[in-house]
Structure formats: C-alpha cells, structure tokens
C-alpha cells in the first residue's frame, strides 16, 4: 500500500518490489493506495506519525525501518529515497536476490521460490556514508528517456548520486524531468565546467584571448589552457556567465561545481599574474613557490564564492582539489567553499593514507585537516570502478579510505566515484565480468562499512555461485596474491591485457587459475552462474592471447641508417612494417586513411625508429614550439614510451614534425623521463609526415639485447589518440615487446 498523494519515488519504490516478488516466487502483489481495497502485506510510508522514535533516529538520512504491527509490514522513512533504498534492502535481507552487475537478467541472481519466507521484519538500517555518489561517463539512455542499466545497478545497491542527477545546461548530458522519481541529490554545472561551460573558448576565445593564461608569450584559447586569473574582465564574464547558468538550474539544486580544466595548470605568464600575493597571514607568495599557481585559483574562486553567497544563499560552490590544487592553500577559504579532493594520482593498491606506499596523495590529502568545516564536509571524488578486465581487488583500499575519511574528517562521503559503465559507448561489460565482486564490495561498504571485506566478499560469492563459491574464492585469491605481491602499481585506469600478462602470464598461474575455472563451472548449479564463470575464463583467454601478440621486431644493421621520408633506401626495407595503431575505443586504424606504420632498425649503440603519420589531408604549416597543453589539439605528435627489460625506468617524450621534443615535467608518481641524447628527424609527405628517432641504448640502460626492449609508441592527430597494439603510455606491461633480431 502506498499513500493516495504518494511521491513518485514512493511509487517507483512500489513498482520495484512489486517486480522482483513477482520474479522470485511468481505472484503479483497489486499496488494499492487504500487499505479498504486489499488486506495489505507490506505498506510504504513518508513520515508515518505512528512511528516517531525510527524517524528521529532516520533525521537527516536516507536510511529506513522495517517494523511489524498487526501482521502488516511497513518499510518507512523520513524521506522518499529511503523508502526506495528500504525496499532493495529488505528484498536482499528476506531473499537471496542480488543485484551483481548492471545485466537486469544475466546479471541479477536469485532462487526462485513460490513462497517468500520474511525472517527480517524489526529493524531499523542507517548508511554509514550520506553521500554514496558513483559516475559511469556516456552511459547514458536516451531512447526511451531514463536511468541506463547502469545506474540502476547502483541505485538498486543504496547509491544516492549519479551524473544523472547533475545539471549540465547545454550539454548534451543534462537532468531530465523523468529522473525526479529517483529523488537524488542534484548539482550543478560539471566538475571542469571552468574549462568549457563558464568560459567557452568557442563563445569568447576568438574575441577575448586576453581571458586565457599567456604561455611561452602566446595565448591559446581552449579549454585545457586555465584562464589568466588576474584578468578582470574575464571574472566579470565567468560571473555573469555563472548568474545565467544558476537562473535557469532548478531550485533543489544545491551545489555549483567549478571546477578547472582536466589537467595541470600552466601558470599564467603575464606581468599581472606574476606578482607576488600576500597572504593575511603577511606571507608573501611569489611565482617561484609551490603553492604560487593554485592560489591564484583559489583567490579567483573566493570572489566568485563571495558573489554566489549574497545572490544565492544556502547554495555552496564545489570545488575540485584535483591535480594542481589537490593540495590545500595556505589560503583561507569562503566557508560556502565546498572542496571535493580527487586523488587521480593514488596506487589503489593501499589506502590513501598510507605515507609509504601512496606517500603524495597522503601528503596531500593530510594538508587539508583541520581546513575542512562541518558545514561543509568534505567530499571524495575516487577512481576505484576504471580498471581494466583483469580482477583489481581494490575494494580493500576504498573500504580503508572511507574509515580514513571519516576518522579525520567532517566528511559527506562520495560525491562521486567514476566506474566503466556496463553499457553506452563506452560499455565494457568484460571489465565487470572480472570485477563484479570488487565493484558490489565498494558500494555496499558504503553503506554497510564493516570492519573488512570478508563478509561481503563471501556473501556475493555464495549468492552468486552458489556451490561453486569456494572454488571462485580461490580463482580471485591466488591472483590477488600475485597483484599484492608484486611492487607495481595500481593506477587509476588499469590494463587488463597488461595486468593478464604481468600477474598471471609472466608467473606462469594461467593453467592453475584454468584448472580452478573448470571445477568452477563443474559444480555451479545454476545456468546464470555457469554463464557468469564462463565469461571470467573467456576474459582471461582473450587477455592472455592479447599479451602472447604483443612481440615486435627490430633488424639489426651494420650500415649507418639515414633518414628516408619514403623508408625505401638502405635497410629500412627489411623490418616489418607495423600498422596496429587502436584508438580509445579499440578500433584498428591499419585500414583507415589516417593511419601510422612504424619500423625498428638497430646497430650496436642505438635504437632507430622510422615512423610515418598518413593523413586524409596531409599537414603543410609547421607547428609553433610544442607545451604540453597544446598536445591534445596538435597537428600532429608522437610519443614514445621505452622502459629497461625490468620495466621499472622509462624513458618518455612527444615530439611533433617540426623536431620540437617535449620532456613532460608532469607532476606523477610514475613519471621518470628524460630524452637526452635522443635525436629527430622529420619531413613532410605527399601523404603526411614521416620521422626517424634515434634513442641511444645507453640513455634507457638496454645491454642485453637477448631480452625484449618493452615500447610504447602513440600517435595523435589533433584529439585522436591511438596506440600501438593499444599500449596505455603508463602501464608498462602493456607495451609491446622488441626483439632485436
């Protein structure tokens, strides 16, 4: 039974368990909103008088009770979400339903059962974080308009945050009506709205180049260029700019985020924006100091903040403490300053704290205790569900950060956490096949926060594959002691052809872990769990023959290699010619008209590289001096990644047809690079431009040329990036691997 007036999220909550009793015992329990019409089982209530002291213990959250009077069932709350997350959890405590991926059939594993045995009807269940926030990026479901697969995964496991919640006006991602029955909590904007949204290049670049940061005496309007903060006329056009955009966000809104572009900040060079800043502590700042750059922003954000106070009282500005400002600032913040700490650069394989293995991100994260105020918590925004299709027990970590968190913290909990969406264009059901237990373990720990894994890791195993939980239990333990055991890291978006090969291939597990798979599918007694261990052992298949096809040639010469733009004269005809450049989305350029081939000479001191860059319509202008913000919108730009045989030191540069070579100075734990001695030459085509890297073995240390050279090498045509053999730049595992022949 539901009230008459009943919030629509009340009956969402009422269609979904209606839908699932239906499924498990086969009945269908009609809705009813009078207790005249039926004699009610199981009623749903907002605020019901008659049970006062839960709804003081649920004030402000979104928990819920279960209490049983006169043989009726009444699942309340003080606000419609908790009715909702009340529903899918007393499905799950009463049944053996689990919700395991987003997958509404192959994915949602249950006994079905003619009569529903309720054991658990007398309690009250309160999430242990407020703010349970998960972001799966373009899985969006547009036609007909509603949640995608993937947010119902979450909402179904008691997630209260969504992209689907946020309002990005003209964007195409934007709230629609429809979404309202979910009742989540909204926010405005975008995380890097300052990049794109507040100050659109294409609306004010071409007539205010003035309002972007002047770099190597040039400015370039684009939104991975940060603005020049000290501008005046650029704030005022942001402020105006952010007035029209809260105007036409709905009321319930209740956070502006403001957030910088998606990459380090390039400091401004003009004369403004390099003179020092005076603290109110009377420390003076000059553009020498660390800390020189992210007070600009911050001061910048503190006017805007101020503004946002008076127009819009009660709202708070969210800001993003994300590469270049992950640190706190010595300065003081308006306290409608809402921060939202990001730690990308994190080994995911400890907890953020951990001074030793994740020394930066909890140097980082420490430097804002005591700067956090209770009305305005703190916020995380994690990377715990990008991981590749190879099973990355993170979820031991994220449960750790979220004790962390809390012991130190005013803390709201997660604004956001980014997972691979199941579907949508960037769908990658492979990743959850793996990682569906990691990934169930995090949002629950949300809620739940028990003292470690263990209980929620076997209750999904058990509810998953039913007796053939043991033997899936020991499929994930024997490689998450190889992923723990080895001294590399787990970063924020992980291989899963890199990590098959590091973890599982190299050690020589891959016929123990097949062997446990067979018993496995031997003794799963149900089709969908059968189907769930066979998708695993496909997965594992199809990364393991990735990792074997990753070898490369290299043909050595004894005559002195000279550049040919064609590779047609002296030995460059000899090695083979390689073509498999993939993009972000796996597709194979080889058969494109903008593609890159690529060949491997090499005599006793140096390795040479001869590669060409075809176009539809080849480039004629050479580009200016190459920054690292001008790398994702280049003509052109190839970068080469080449470690020693152990993988541990690399050597990393871009460089693009006018020979101008970038040594990244980008502030990342892995980052280890320098080019010296490394020489380019380039020409341009009929066809493009080809070039020839010289890289001296002594400068990456390579002596024995009986062991594969691992390389990575990328190609990038303005925004399109793609790789050779789909190398990530920093996972050295899965590079390929050159044979000097």
């Known amino acids: 039974m539901i009230d008459p007036n009943a919030h629509d999220t009340v009956k969402y909550a009422a269609e979904e368990l209606q839908y699932w009793i239906k499924e498990i015992s086969g009945a269908t329990l009609p809705i009813v909103d009078s207790p005249a019409k039926k004699k009610i089982k199981i009623n749903l209530a907002v605020n019901p008088a008659e049970f006062g002291d839960d709804l003081k213990k649920l004030q402000d959250s979104d928990g819920y009770a279960v209490r049983t009077r006169d043989n009726m069932i009444t699942i309340l709350a003080g606000r419609p979400r908790g009715v909702k997350n009340g529903v899918y959890r007393f499905l799950f405590r009463n049944t053996d339903i689990i919700w395991a991926t ?194 600009r922003f911050f001061l910048f954000l503190n006017k805007l903040a101020k503004h946002a106070q008076k127009k819009y009282p009660g709202k708070k500005i969210t800001a993003l403490a994300y590469m270049s400002t992950e640190k706190a600032p010595e300065l003081k913040l308006e306290p409608n300053i809402r921060i939202c700490y990001c730690p990308i650069f994190r080994n995911f394989k400890y907890p953020v704290s951990d001074a030793r293995k994740n020394k930066v991100s909890a140097e980082r994260i420490s430097s804002w205790i005591g700067k956090i105020p209770e009305e305005t918590p703190l916020a995380i925004h994690e990377y715990y569900g990008l991981v590749g299709s190879f099973p990355s027990p993170r979820d031991v970590a994220a449960l750790a950060d979220m004790k962390y968190y809390k012991s130190v913290f005013p803390f709201g909990g997660f604004a956001n956490t980014e997972f691979v969406p199941w579907s949508g264009t960037a769908g990658k059901p492979a990743v959850w096949d793996q990682n569906m237990m990691y990934f169930w373990v ?107 096809d990753l070898q490369l040639t290299a043909i050595r010469t004894a005559a002195p290699v000279v550049f040919d733009p064609d590779f047609a004269s002296g030995d460059w005809g000899k090695p083979p010619v390689y073509d498999k450049f993939l993009d972000n989305d796996g597709n194979n350029t080889a058969d494109s008209k903008e593609k890159t081939r690529i060949r491997f000479l090499y005599d006793d001191t140096n390795l040479y590289i001869g590669v060409e860059m075809l176009y539809r319509k080849p480039p004629t202008t050479m580009p200016e001096k190459l920054v690292r913000d001008t790398l994702r919108t280049a003509v052109g730009v190839v970068r080469i990644v080449t470690t020693a045989p152990d993988r541990k030191r690399r ?37 493009g431009w080809s070039s020839m890297v010289k890289i001296p073995f002594a400068t990456i240390d390579y002596r024995d040329k009986t062991k594969a050279l691992p390389i990575s090498v990328q190609a990038n045509r303005f925004k399109h990036i793609t790789s050779l053999n789909g190398s990530a730049m920093h996972k050295p595992y899965s590079f390929s691997e050159l044979i000097m022949k």
Request: hydrophobic letters at 35%; proline letters at 6%.
């Open 442 to 548: 995090v949002v629950n720990s949300m809620w739940e926060m028990p003292d470690g894994v263990d209980s929620l890791r076997g209750e999904f195993l058990k509810r998953v594959f039913g007796s053939a939980a043991a033997d899936m239990k020991e499929y994930f333990a024997i490689i998450e002691k190889k992923w723990r055991d080895s001294p590399g890291r787990s970063d924020y978006a992980d291989d899963g052809m890199a990590d098959f090969n590091q973890f599982v291939r190299i050690p020589g597990i891959a016929n123990e872990c097949r062997a446990i798979l067979n018993r496995a599918l031997a003794k799963a007694s149900s089709e969908k769990a059968r189907n769930a261990i066979r998708r695993i052992a496909d997965g594992m298949e199809k990364n393991l023959k990735a990792a074997e």
């Open 102 to 295: 987003p997958d509404k059939v192959e994915g949602t594993f249950f006994t079905p059962c003619p009569t529903l045995e309720i054991n658990h009807s007398n309690y009250i269940d309160i999430p242990a974080l407020k703010e349970r926030g998960l972001q799966f990026a373009y899985d969006i479901q547009k036609d007909p308009p509603g949640v995608s697969p993937s947010d119902d995964w979450q909402l179904r496991n008691g997630c209260n945050g969504s992209l689907m919640a946020a309002h990005f006006p003209n964007a195409d991602r934007n709230y629609k009506p429809e979404y309202a029955k979910y009742d989540l909590d909204a926010t405005g904007m975008s995380g890097h709205a300052l990049g794109w949204l507040l100050l659109n290049p294409r609306k004010w670049g071409k007539d205010h180049p003035e309002f972007w940061a002047q770099i190597n005496g040039k400015r370039t309007p684009n939104q991975f260029t940060a603005p020049c903060f000290t501008s005046e006329e650029m704030y005022r056009t942001v402020e105006k700019e952010f007035d029209e955009l809260a105007a036409i966000l709905p009321a319930h809104v209740k956070s502006y985020t403001v957030g910088l572009a998606d990459t380090f900040i390039t400091p401004c060079e003009c004369e403004k924006c390099r003179e020092p800043i005076t603290l109110e502590s009377g420390k003076v700042l000059t553009s020498q100091d660390d800390d020189f750059v992210k007070t």
């Open 651 to 687: 050597l990393y540069f871009s460089y693009d047809p006018a020979k101008n070579i970038l040594d990244s100075a980008q502030d990342a734990p892995w980052d280890k690079w320098t080019a010296e001695g490394t020489e380019i030459e380039s020409r341009y085509t009929a066809r």
